[in-house]
C-alpha cells in the first residue's frame, strides 16, 4: 500500500511562486507514473504534471506547460512540483496520485486516474 503526503500549498499573488512536494510512504517501481492532479471548486479533477519513476519522461497539461516543473528524487521518495507564474486560474487543491497512466493526444497529455491519492493541499492565487 503506498501511502503520499502532500506539503507545500499556500496563498500567493498572482505571478509568483509555489513547490509542493509529495513523499511516498514506500519506494514506487518501475512502471509507474507519479504526478499532480488539481481541482477547482465546481470543476473536475485535472490532471497536472506527471513523471515516470523509472524513464524520467515527463508530461504537463497544456494549461501548466513552461510555469510548471515537476521533478523526483528516488532517494527520498519524492515528487516535487515548481509552479511559477502563477494564475488565478490555478487555484485549486492539488492531489499527489501514483500508478496512473498518462496517454498522448494529439499534442496534449490525458492523465487517466491514479490508484494511489494523497489528501491533498491547497493553493490560492489572488490576483
Known amino acids: 500500500q503506498v501511502q503520499l503526503v502532500e506539503s507545500g500549498g499556500g496563498s500567493v499573488q498572482a505571478g509568483g511562486s509555489l513547490r509542493l512536494s509529495c513523499a511516498a510512504s514506500?519506494?514506487?517501481?518501475?512502471?509507474?507514473?507519479v504526478g499532480w492532479f488539481r481541482q477547482a471548486p465546481g470543476k473536475e479533477r485535472e490532471g497536472v504534471a506527471a513523471?515516470?519513476?523509472?524513464?524520467?519522461?515527463?508530461a504537463y497539461a497544456d494549461s501548466v506547460k513552461g510555469r510548471f516543473t515537476i521533478s523526483q528524487d528516488n532517494a527520498k521518495r519524492t515528487v516535487d512540483l515548481q509552479m511559477t507564474s502563477l494564475e488565478p486560474e490555478d487555484t485549486a487543491m492539488y492531489y499527489c496520485?501514483?500508478?496512473?497512466?498518462?496517454?498522448?493526444?494529439?499534442?496534449?497529455?490525458?492523465?487517466?486516474?491514479?490508484?494511489?491519492w494523497g489528501q491533498g493541499t491547497q493553493v490560492t492565487v489572488s490576483s
Open positions: 496520485a501514483a500508478d496512473f497512466a498518462v496517454v498522448r493526444r494529439g499534442g496534449s497529455w490525458g492523465f487517466q486516474s491514479g490508484r494511489y
Open positions: 514506500v519506494y514506487i517501481y518501475s512502471n509507474y507514473f
Open positions: 513523471i515516470h519513476t523509472n524513464s524520467g519522461t515527463t
